[in-house]
């Protein structure tokens, strides 16, 4: 574990979203990426080495439609930079941490993979690795 990687906002309007952020935080999205298989748009904003990344769903059954049907808009999870997330998937399963499916690709160059916030005191968990 290396560093919070960054922090996922769940948004019903990722162009809305864009304009708010861009003001918030005095930068434009360095990336705008849609990931089909997760169902959402993302785009990112770099803050020194950290960054903040947006997540709008494109469709009905995406993760990101659920949460904001339930919860509403807000920080949906926070992403730690890992060396090995081979390693360090299994070393947190070890502990007895729960997964939410395997490893896959994600936005942004990144090898990802979740846990559930039931055993991460409510926060949704991303571990992501740079594709090599
Ligand atoms: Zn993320």
Do not use: W
């Amino acid at each position: 574990m290396r560093k919070i990687e960054h922090l996922g906002i769940a948004v019903k309007d990722i162009e809305q979203a864009n304009e708010t952020y861009s003001k918030l935080l005095g930068v434009k999205p360095y990336k705008q990426e849609a990931v089909e298989s997760e169902g959402v748009k993302t785009s990112f904003f770099m803050l020194g080495e950290s960054k903040i990344e947006l997540l709008e769903a494109t469709n009905a059954d995406s993760a990101i439609a659920k949460y904001i049907e339930k919860r509403g808009e807000g920080i949906h999870h926070i992403a730690i930079d890992v060396e090995d997330i081979q390693a360090e998937r299994q070393r947190l399963i070890d502990e007895g941490f729960q997964p939410i499916g395997d490893i896959k690709e994600g936005a942004d160059n990144k090898l990802i993979c979740f846990f559930h916030p039931k055993s991460t005191n409510g926060v949704l968990t991303e571990l992501c690795q740079e594709r090599p």
